[in-house]
């Protein structure tokens, strides 16, 4: 069975960091594209970043550019999200989640791209 258990969220002030991991197992994750997730008080989960199974390409939305940052350690089977410069609106809950087989990369910001999640880490701005 797929298992993702995300870790490392918290609660921190404006302008400060974080660092999500996400330790994967039962599914070939080598060869399968990643991304995380989130979801913030009464909205839609949407999609924050994704990376290609080798980890060179990325993708990330509009909102987190340059201030999130999206790797992967094949080797472990560990995906990391290192997020810096937080904003109030940066609060949700955020998942790591894997990819439908028949997925699209360009759609990789989009939650329909996605079969697999775990149960989510929280993270808080104030």
């Known amino acids: 069975d797929v298992q993702l258990v995300e870790s490392g969220g918290g609660s921190v002030q404006s302008g400060g960091s974080l660092r999500l991991s996400c330790a994967a197992s039962?599914?070939?994750?080598?060869?399968?594209?990643m991304g995380w997730l989130r979801q913030a008080p009464g909205k839609a989960r949407e999609g924050v970043a994704a990376i290609s199974a080798g980890g060179g390409s990325v993708l990330y939305r509009d909102t987190v550019q340059g201030r999130f940052t999206i790797s992967r350690d094949n080797k472990n089977n560990t995906l990391t999200l290192r997020m810096r410069n937080l904003k109030p609106d940066d609060t949700g809950m955020y998942y790591c989640a894997s990819t439908k087989p028949d997925h699209k990369w360009v759609m990789m910001l989009t939650t329909s791209e996605y079969n697999n999640w775990g149960q989510g880490t929280q993270v808080t701005v104030s």
């Open positions: 039962g599914f070939a994750f080598s060869s399968t594209d």
